[in-house]
């Protein structure tokens, strides 16, 4: 776009807008309302842009055209300006920048500038080779140092502390002049003047009291009361001893000793009376009956026992012939479960009547899914009870396998029934991800085995989720505290096996086995709160 500015008169030729493009648009625009003065501009314009052109065609040729390209250039003009502010603003944007930029880094060199000052100032002070500190501090202390000096003038053989002393307590001082010994005026000579003085007075009144030339002496009082008080003495004790033989007289009735024999006699007849037969309200005839009768009940509790005895051992050996004794261990070991899954979140199944994975299979009695608060959540145990004679270590190791891969759990758990279990299977064994118990339902002292096979198993699940993480401490720590419980178990074991064989060291035995009990139940719930640890680490 060009322009060419310049002051026009009323009367010269009005100024137009042309289009330069395809079609020329040439036409005057009528300002004879605009004065022409020194606050007006007058220019000729070419507009050559076609959107431009287009929009001014829009309107009508005229004073509407003009006012409308007016206030175009006005938009144009407004918004120019406002984009140079933008500009401006930018500008002093980036030079303020520049500025906090240089200012930094003069405060930064003057910073440096400043602490290596600071550093030889101090070093100066301060250096323990030559700094003027140190260097004064050794001239205090130092053989023949200003301190030595004063302390010397003032506490030295010729000091004024020593001259002060002397003068006041030397040996030509009053002071020891007065405590000398060799001074009659001193301290020693008034004291053993008035203390021979005091013995003196003392000694003459202690004669006048033990002298009988004196009536009002004390030995004087002393003797004529001792004439008196021994009269009166001998007639009291004359009329004591009467009394006194007058009680332990059997000739009188109302004496001590006629009552004391009354008394003893009456006593012995009550005694024979309650330990005669013939006497049917004796006690001990009331005795004999008790006794008769408390016998009597005694026969018929032994008697009742004795039955009840044999009919459960008729329902136990019943149960042991026939497959439900199978399935009430199954239902006793999946309790035991129930109450363990409870006490830690998890979340248990009993899925003995259920197929699995495997088509048609139900290995696999009781599943344990790990609750969402523990460090492997959705992790399974499978456990698999068996009272039967007819599974070996080998099968009950085969059958674990097949058990894990129907209910699709990471570590399984084989409990064998005390009863049926085949010879040589110990309480607790782990075979890596499996582990065989044996466990009796009706020995209450034996829930820790499965309680313990309970905990492992958890421990194992949690060792292999955390075992590619950075958690390896934690699998360590997981590791030791199964061997240490392993170990436990089998050591209980062995004290069970002593005290079946042993009776002269039971009580030893018994004492042992609890002591050991205690260790392993101390070793389940610190595994326990291992696994609860990993759980709030990974959480935190």
Do not use: C
């Not at 085995?449 to 989720?465: D, K």
């Amino acid at each position: 776009m060009r322009s060419r500015t310049r002051r026009e008169a009323p009367s010269e030729t009005r100024p137009s807008i042309v289009s330069l493009g395809e079609p020329m648009l040439t036409e005057p625009i009528p300002n004879d309302n605009v004065p022409i003065d020194g606050t007006h501009e007058v220019l000729n314009l070419a507009v050559t842009d076609p959107e431009v052109v287009a929009e001014l065609r829009r309107l009508s040729a005229g004073l509407a055209r003009q006012r409308f390209a007016l206030d175009a250039l006005r938009v144009g003009v407004l918004s120019i300006r406002a984009a140079s502010g933008e500009l401006d603003v930018r500008a002093v944007r980036d030079a303020g920048q520049q500025l906090v930029l240089e200012l930094r880094g003069m405060l930064a060199e003057r910073g440096s500038a400043l602490t290596a000052t600071m550093a030889d100032a101090l070093a100066r002070y301060f250096d323990p080779a030559t700094g003027v500190v140190t260097q004064k501090l050794e001239r205090l202390t130092e053989d023949g140092g200003e301190i030595e000096r004063v302390l010397r003038q003032h506490v030295g053989n010729e000091s004024t502390l020593v001259r002060t002393l002397a003068a006041h307590v030397g040996e030509a001082s009053p002071l020891l002049r007065m405590l000398s010994p060799e001074e009659a005026s001193g301290v020693r000579a008034q004291i053993e003047r008035t203390v021979a003085e005091a013995l003196r007075a003392q000694a003459e009144q202690v004669l006048q009291q033990f002298s009988l030339d004196r009536k009002d002496s004390a030995l004087s009082r002393l003797v004529a009361e001792l004439t008196t008080t021994h009269a009166a003495a001998n007639s009291n004790m004359q009329q004591q001893v009467k009394a006194v033989v007058g009680e332990f007289s059997l000739d009188r009735p109302d004496s001590a000793l006629s009552r004391l024999v009354g008394r003893v006699e009456a006593a012995q007849k009550r005694i024979s009376d309650e330990f005669s037969l013939d006497n049917q309200a004796s006690a001990l005839n009331k005795l004999t009956a008790l006794l008769a009768s408390l016998q009597q009940k005694q026969t018929e509790f032994a008697t009742s026992v004795q039955a009840q005895i044999a009919t459960l051992t008729a329902q136990r050996a019943e149960r042991a012939r026939g497959t439900r004794h199978g399935e009430e261990f199954e239902a006793a070991v999946g309790a035991v479960l129930t109450v363990e899954a409870q006490r830690v979140g998890d979340i248990y199944e009993a899925t003995g009547t259920r197929t699995g994975l495997i088509k048609n299979s139900k290995v696999g009695d009781h599943v344990v899914t790990l609750g969402p608060d523990g460090s492997a959540p959705g992790s399974a145990i499978v456990f698999e009870a068996k009272q039967s004679k007819n599974v070996d270590l080998k099968g009950a190791l085969a059958e674990i396998d097949v058990a894990r891969k129907n209910r699709q759990a990471q570590v399984g758990v084989f409990v064998y029934s005390t009863r049926t279990a085949p010879a040589g299977i110990d309480t607790f064994t782990r075979y890596g991800e499996s582990i065989v118990v044996s466990w009796d339902p009706e020995d209450p002292q034996l829930d820790w085995v499965l309680r313990a096979a309970y905990s492992v198993a958890r421990a194992l699940v949690v060792r292999e989720r955390v075992a590619d993480s950075d958690s390896a401490a934690a699998v360590h720590e997981i590791e030791a505290t199964v061997r240490a419980i392993e170990k436990h178990l089998k050591r209980v074991a062995d004290i069970k096996k002593f005290a079946e064989t042993t009776v002269t060291a039971g009580d030893k035995i018994v004492r042992e086995a609890d002591k050991m009990a205690k260790e392993l139940q101390a070793q389940i719930e610190a595994l326990d709160e291992q696994v609860a640890a990993l759980r709030r680490q990974e959480t935190a």
